[in-house]
C-alpha cells in the first residue's frame, strides 16, 4: 500500500504540521473541515504546501518521522524547494 507523507500550512511561514497517511484526499478533508480534534483544528493549519509518495506506507512513515525531527528552517526549505509560492496544492489530490 502506498503511503504519503505531507506538510500543511497556516499561511506562508506560518505553523507547520507534518503527516502521513495511505489516502491524502481524504486526510486533507478532515484536517479542512476540523473533523478530526488536535493541532490542525486549534492552529487552523489546513493548506497543503507538501506532499511526497512512497510505495510503501512503512516508508512513509519513516520519512514522516525524520522530518519532524529536523528544525524549521529545513522544513521551509522543503517546502520551497517544491512550492517555492506556497501555493495550495490540494488539487494534485485528484485520483491519490
Not at 59 to 79: F, H, V
Request: hydrophobic residues 35%; glycine residues 8%.
Amino acid at each position: 500500500m502506498k503511503g504519503y507523507v505531507y506538510i500543511l500550512a497556516s499561511g506562508r511561514n506560518g505553523t507547520l504540521y507534518t503527516g502521513v497517511t495511505s489516502n491524502p484526499s481524504r486526510r486533507l478533508i478532515e484536517h479542512q473541515h476540523g473533523l478530526t480534534p488536535g493541532f490542525t483544528s486549534r492552529y487552523g493549519v489546513k493548506t497543503l504546501v507538501w506532499l511526497e509518495e512512497h510505495d510503501l506506507v512503512v516508508d512513509a512513515i519513516q520519512r514522516e518521522k525524520r522530518i519532524k525531527k529536523y528544525n524549521r528552517k529545513w522544513k521551509i526549505d522543503l517546502i520551497e524547494a517544491l512550492n517555492p509560492e506556497w501555493r495550495d496544492l490540494s488539487d494534485w489530490l485528484v485520483d491519490t
